[in-house]
């Protein structure tokens, strides 16, 4: 049992120096999530938690298991307080503490024991049962619904984004062909006034 | 086809050639293989490139030596010695048209087995195909065989350069370690026997069955090591004695239909009995149980025999050829005695009827549960093998009768009902209720159909039973138990007895019968479940006695409480800890699960759960031995339902389990409620392969604008990560990111309070708790 305590023990520590980074662009492989974060520590193991629900167009979601757990602290923290981006731009990464939930290869709690029975029809705890269950499609129906909502919200935030830089990148561009084709000289010349870049 | 290990499809690469100091006859009956290590790090690009191969077998003088090379992926070369005459089975796949479509050929080998750089000495012969070369052919043959060697390890030269080099003593660098040491003995006082000894983190002792790779075979060999030496020359050897797998002697089956997972064991005098191999040839241990009658066998509890990959009961004769049911007292030299069940794997419960069933003509039910077909077989001093039933409520005493046919089942193989539903098994079912004087009889072959057949058949009510008497039958098709079978006779003999027979006679017991089976199929929990139909059903007062005693010890031996209901799920046994069967990747074999309709999801468990308690529990409520993962919990995954995914052996189990937990089959009475006080959800898995299409909002280019320069930038940006500074535009739109991630933030958080409070205002109205 001594053993099975030390493996949890063990566990838990390396929970504690695992970072949850999520908004993860699927162009982003192991090797990037590497040097990315190598900048704060080292980093041990990288694990891409894969997608089993029904939407394909979540964003990837990784497990990064740090050297100790100061460094993945840290990243948390600095990652919370900047804007953090990784293969892309605008939309920041987001990085979490990990949670035990989140790793697949986790040991048994020790000294835990789970119970199980079966219910017959006629048991008064049947229909709670089945209404627990009901409960847990609605309740997997509405996950799904707020998942998508988010979705659609992160798709508007983009497609606006999108916009602004469009115009944005216009008015530069317009600043700089007046700029590059000496309007702006001949401009500030009219009307006596400094040229801009002289 | 039930495979007790994920063994990988594709065979490994090795060539071997045995070398044999006798001539065999091509025609003989048996071939002898040379069992080798499997290649550990066989690939699949390796074996593409690999030629088809022959098996060379190669005669010795016994005069001469000669060296046996062993090609395996590693390029090392195992050389066996000393003086025993080895022998061993394989198939031979280069003749399948030559003889029949499946022919055995007959290699073996012994005597002083000396290395010589990789040659073959000049002495030696070779048969192939049963020719045997001619003194003038010899060097020719050898320079073939050193060329054949030559080329496989070119072969893995190409694909493993590293490994693919025969130097002189090359091991493996799989950790090796003897334990115990035991005598010493040979004709030279220089072989040192052990007791056991470590390899690649498996400890393997005396009499441990083991799997045996040889080449091209379909599935690993089986055998038992009786003997574990090392020579003077530092040459280690285990001694194997074999089980044939009912494939391997086909040819003298004839009638006999073995059970899906039996296996025979090898006996009397001659080639096949056993082999010498080196202990790299293990490649894992095997569960191997014996379910024989003879009474020098502890009996094997029914727990047990749920995980035995084999089961035997029944040996073959390498001599004459013929299969027996009784057991020699030596074989190969050793007591049989460790060829039956281990001692200490003895449960209360196998003791107790084992017994009883030497005193009593009557079998208990638990004894019948735990050894259905062998009780059965049973030789009972009255001559006849009376089960009788009197279930308490319905005082219906049903009785069935087992007639002479299979009393005496050394003579007769057909007397194993479970084992061929559809053969004309002969027992009767007599019904003489209390009520009635006149009995009815049914033939067996009407009364026992394979429960498949069933499943279309009955009623609603009974599909529980028969999916589990379907479930049984996938799950551990050996051990099918008579007791299982019962309740579908009893439904079957309701079924045709409107078509067949007097209805009349029977019009009383008739309505009884039903009670009865929904009594059982009542029964408060699965794993006991079996015990009280048999109870329920089947048994006198006197047998019921025995078995609510055994039950309880039985109970108590798995920690199940049953009087509160609620059972505790611990450890399933015989978990394999061996590294050797490197398990495929879990997508890919979760996709070759959903193919087959193997994949159920599981939905409703503690998120904390670990994926081995998850397969625990599996096997504790449904008796079924599972692969299961929990679904990693991300930040859109609900922390209150944990998510596992679960692959079954087989779809019946798969369909039966969610059957049984899917709340939307009418058949279904029964569910699953874990300690939490969740209800567990299964439904057929259908994993969504993450697609390579996916989308991703939110990093945006702008592309054709741009001057060269710039996108010049736009790639390096793409490719580094950093933190954006505050003086840019990116920096004003990722804060709009981070705004929308809080506001996320906030809207699962909202979500999965109201959701946790749902739940709990529903928990809080189960009246269950532990103590109930």
Known sequence: ?198 | MHCPLPFPTVPPISHVFSISNHHIAPTHPLSFRTPHRPGRYASRSTLLTRPPSRSARLSVDPSHSATLAVGTPLGRRLLLGHSYAHHSIYYDNTSPSEQSPLILNKVSYGTGFRRKGGHVTKDSEMITKGYKQQEKHKNKVVKDITNKVLTSQRFHAMSRPGEATVEENVEENIEFSWGHKKGIGGPNKDVQFYESFKYDGVEYFLYDCVYIWGENMPNPSIGKVIRMCETGRHKKFVKIVWFFQPIEIQHWLQDVVPFKNEIFLASGEGKGLFNLNPPEAIVGKCNVVCTSKDNRNPQASEEELLMADYIFYRTFDVGSCTISHSFVDVIAGINVKHFFNKEKGQKLITMEHGANLNEKSRCSSSFLKVEGVTAVRNPVKDGKTDISAKPAAAKVSAELKIPAAMRNPVKDERTDISAKPAAKASAELKIPAASLSKQSRFRDENIVARPKTFIGKVGAGDAQVADKAEMKYSDNLSTTNLSDIRPLKKRKVQCIVGLKDDPAKLSDTLPRLPDIRVKSVDAVDPVIKNSELSKGVNFHEKARKISDTSVAQHEQDKGIKTDSQILEVTRKPGEDTSKWFKQQPWEERMQRAYEKGTLVFLENLDPSYTSSEVEDLVWHAFKANVNAKMVQCSSFSSPHYGQAIVIFKSKECSRTCSYRIKQEMPNAHKRKVVDNHLAVVGRKGSPKKPSDQTRFVGHLIIGKFKFYKQREEMKNAVSTSHYSQPNTIEYDMALKWRVLQAKSNLWWDALNEQQAKEIEDLRSQLNMSHDE
């Open chain 1, 1 to 198: 049992m001594d053993s099975a305590e030390a493996e949890y023990a063990a566990f838990e520590e390396k929970v504690r120096r695992t970072v949850y980074i999520d908004n993860l662009s699927p162009q982003v492989t192991e090797a990037v999530l590497k040097t990315a974060l190598n900048q704060f520590g080292n980093v041990d193991k990288v694990q891409f938690i894969p997608n089993y629900t029904q939407l394909n167009s979540l964003p990837h979601v990784a497990l990064v298991e740090m050297e100790n757990s100061k460094q993945a602290k840290q990243i948390v923290s600095e990652m919370g307080n900047f804007p953090f981006m990784m293969s892309g731009m605008p939309r920041p990464v987001r990085a979490r503490a990990a949670e035990m939930e989140m790793l697949d290869d986790r040991p048994r709690k020790p000294g835990r024991s789970i119970n199980f029975r079966w219910l017959d029809p006629q048991h008064p705890d049947f229909k709670v049962a089945k209404e627990l269950k009901e409960v847990t499609r609605q309740h997997e129906a509405e996950a799904l619904f707020t998942l998508e909502q988010q979705l659609a919200d992160e798709e508007k935030l983009a497609e606006q984004q999108s916009v602004t830089l469009k115009a944005c990148h216009k008015k530069f561009e317009l600043i700089e062909g007046v700029l590059n084709d000496g309007s702006a000289d001949r401009l500030a010349r009219r009307y006596n006034m400094k040229a801009l870049n002289s």
